[in-house]
């Protein structure tokens, strides 16, 4: 049974910077899309970035482009999001994701897995 354990989150000043962790099991996920979602209160689940975990391809929103990297490690089988120079807008509930298949999907009803999600709050 597949398990997506999400860590990291918590409170942090505008600038700041989080490192949530996603640890992985039950399968093996080289042919899966690891992806990070979002959802603020009040709003849709929207898309943050996602990797290809057979080659560490990756993608992002426009709204965390050059701030936020996505990553993974084979060996821990552990999905990263580093998360730099937070703005108030990124607060959320932090949702790691993952989908059968090697391309980017950025609807978060194409994916199959769900952990149970991180807070992560900003203050201003």
């Known amino acids: 049974?597949?398990?997506?354990?999400?860590?990291?989150?918590?409170?942090?000043q505008a600038g700041g910077s989080l490192r949530l962790s996603c640890a992985a099991s039950g399968r093996t996920f080289s042919s899966y899309t690891m992806a990070w979602f979002r959802q603020a209160p009040g709003k849709e689940r929207?898309?943050?970035?996602?990797?290809?975990?057979?080659?560490?391809?990756?993608?992002?929103?426009?709204?965390?482009?050059?701030r936020f990297t996505i990553s993974r490690d084979n060996v821990k089988n552990t999905v990263y999001l580093q998360m730099n120079t937070?703005?108030?807008?990124?607060?959320?509930?932090?949702y790691c994701a993952a989908a059968r298949g090697?391309?980017?999907?950025?609807?978060?009803?194409e994916y199959n897995y769900w952990g149970q999600g991180t807070q992560v709050t900003v203050s201003s």
Do not use: H
Request: glycine letters at 8%; a negative charge.
């Open 46 to 66: 929207e898309f943050v970035a996602a990797v290809l975990w057979s080659d560490d391809r990756t993608t992002y929103a426009d709204s965390v482009k050059g």
């Open 102 to 109: 090697l391309y980017y999907r950025t609807n978060y009803n």
């Open 86 to 94: 937070l703005k108030p807008e990124d607060t959320a509930v932090y």
């Open 1 to 12: 049974q597949v398990q997506l354990v999400e860590s990291g989150g918590g409170l942090v």
